[in-house]
């Protein structure tokens, strides 16, 4: 059995001004906040156990998510007073665990549908030091490449270049065995990606890429992040958080959550998603979007490819396009 531990404190810059008061990991995907989707992946590989190492509005995980007993789970909460980078956070974690089982860790940004099980078992199969989820892109030119040998051991990680020596990159949920977490310096700012890692391959560490191309999408900018939504309301992602007892109605084209008042002229495509008490108005077209619970959309409103945050109240007769739109403002999204 793993424990898993899932970061979730960064400041989320790329996605402001819908960070300002809302970590990433708890804005809306496909009608629940990214997290909820994320602790489902983990439960469905035997995860029970996750600590949530937060630090930026650390404040906002507790009151949504409690013990975890609602998900049948046991869901712990590490607080860094300054963020203390990706190995810093997993290292503090880790004080809340005890025991040597395996650890999982997830970048709290990422949707995925790989096969976790198989890494675990893969990971202590390998007796790894540390076995990293690794998929495959198109273009690596945008991202640091992890190039494998012939028996999966990562034999570097090689920072963003030109001329990718492979199309791998790091997918941001890693195996750890527990004894190299805690050699991980405590209290001290540290970066898994940056530091770690090089290291451990450096030192001939057994560090192992386990490559699985299933979907795969991390969710820092806007584009994505609305992209992720609409992948998990058409199935392109696999949405094992969302229960019946959850939905109004479900199609590929639109996700309707119980408790929102959807006007039955209106019309909600191309992946858009509705949440808790959410109204939306009379003739209103929602296409390709994020409406967040108690958000309200008015009558013959047309609201494309957007983000709609709680709170957030549209105008009748309004035509949004590619924005964020919180309770104070449009922003548009740049593309
Ligand atoms: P940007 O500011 O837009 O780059 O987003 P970010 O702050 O989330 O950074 P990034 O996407 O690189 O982080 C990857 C994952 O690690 C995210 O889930 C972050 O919440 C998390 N993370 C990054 N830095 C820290 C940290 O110092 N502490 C903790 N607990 N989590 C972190």
Redesign the pocket.
């Known amino acids: 059995m793993a424990v898993g531990i899932l970061?979730?404190?960064?400041?989320?810059?790329?996605?402001m001004p819908l960070t300002k008061n809302t970590p990433?990991?708890m804005l809306t995907v496909a009608g629940l906040p990214v997290t909820e989707h994320q602790l489902a992946m983990a439960k469905k590989a035997g995860i029970t156990t996750v600590v949530l190492?937060?630090?930026y509005l650390s404040e906002v995980f507790i009151p949504y998510f409690g013990d975890g007993s609602k998900w049948g789970m046991n869901l712990l909460y590490a607080v860094?007073k300054e963020?203390?980078?990706?190995g810093?956070?997993i290292r503090n974690a880790t004080k809340l665990l005890t025991g040597d089982e395996s650890i999982v860790v997830f970048?709290?940004?990422v949707l995925s549908s790989h096969n976790l099980s198989q890494q675990i078992q893969d990971h202590e199969a390998n007796n790894a030091d540390v076995t990293l989820h690794l998929t495959t892109v198109d273009d690596a030119r945008a991202y640091g490449c992890v190039p494998t040998d012939s028996a999966g051991r990562v034999t570097a990680f090689l920072e963003k270049m030109d001329n990718p020596v492979t199309n791998t990159i790091n997918a941001g949920c890693y195996v750890f065995k527990a004894s190299v977490v805690t050699a991980i310096p405590e209290d001290t700012v540290i970066s898994v990606e940056r530091q770690i890692f090089p290291e451990l391959v450096e030192k001939h560490g057994r560090v192992f890429g386990f490559i699985d191309d299933s979907y795969w999408l991390d969710i820092?900018t806007p584009t994505a992040l609305l992209k992720g939504s609409v992948d998990l309301v058409s199935g392109a992602a696999k949405a094992l958080a969302l229960t019946p007892q959850m939905i109004q109605s479900h199609s590929p084209q639109s996700l309707i959550m119980k408790g929102a008042t959807v006007d039955a002229t209106a019309v909600i495509d191309g992946g858009s998603s509705i949440g808790i008490g959410a109204v939306i108005g009379q003739g209103a077209h929602i296409t390709g979007s994020i409406v967040e619970a108690g958000a309200k959309i008015g009558k013959a409103a047309v609201v494309t490819n957007s983000f709609v945050a709680a709170g957030a109240q549209i105008l009748d007769s309004a035509q949004i396009s590619t924005s964020f739109v919180t309770n104070l403002k449009i922003f548009p999204i740049p593309q």
């Open positions: 970061l979730v404190g960064g400041f989320g810059t790329r996605l990433k990991p190492a937060t630090s860094e963020p203390l980078g990706t810093g956070a970048n709290g940004d820092g």
